[in-house]
């Protein structure tokens, strides 16, 4: 199993990738109140059909030629329902994916969030045809950092620029920053 979320959800994401998606948006939503944390996850990809939703959660069964096993939706599920939260998994051919997981904070079986921002830069410097959405909500404030945006201001500039790239890091930084602080 992954030790951190971030990882997971690294890599459900990156399903989003080859799946051919040009826009993924990754949700985090935090509401400690409720003693509940969702992660949501969801492309405009090629989709999956029926079968395929029903199978993605079995560890050997994957579409991939390179590989027999596929880990990393079973263990994002897995993670899920270790805290005694849930998993859910929506797809529909040309249309695309959405995969929701939601988890009990209060749990000691939550592994922690892990280093989301750098998960996040990592898609986009990775994938600069992609677009992302990233969305944090704490209980009532949010934050977003949308790559479309980005496009809209830089023109021909390439999200994987060195000064792009290290401008998305510091906007996930100090916009997380305020998030957790209230602000």
Do not use: W
Not at 67 to 76: A, E, Q
Not at 93 to 110: M, N, Q, R, W, Y
């Amino acid at each position: 199993m992954m030790q951190e979320l971030s990882m997971n959800i690294l890599d459900v994401a990156e399903n989003s990738v080859r799946a051919g998606a040009t826009i993924v948006e990754i949700t985090v939503d935090e509401k400690p109140t409720n003693d509940l944390l969702t992660v949501t996850i969801s492309d405009n990809g090629c989709g999956m059909t029926q079968d395929q939703v029903k199978n993605v959660t079995d560890p050997f069964y994957t579409t991939r030629s390179t590989r027999k096993v596929g880990l990393g939706v079973p263990f994002f599920k897995m993670a899920a329902e270790l805290t005694g939260g849930k998993f859910v998994i929506k797809s529909e051919v040309g249309k695309g994916t959405e995969v929701k997981a939601d988890f009990v904070p209060s749990s000691i079986d939550l592994m922690p969030l892990g280093n989301i921002n750098e998960t996040i830069s990592s898609l986009i410097y990775c994938n600069p045809q992609i677009d992302f959405v990233y969305t944090r909500h704490l209980e009532d404030n949010e934050m977003t950092l949308d790559t479309r945006e980005f496009r809209r201001i830089l023109g021909d500039i390439e999200l994987n620029s060195p000064e792009v790239s290290s401008f998305i890091r510091e906007y996930l930084a100090e916009n997380t920053t305020d998030l957790l602080s209230g602000r």
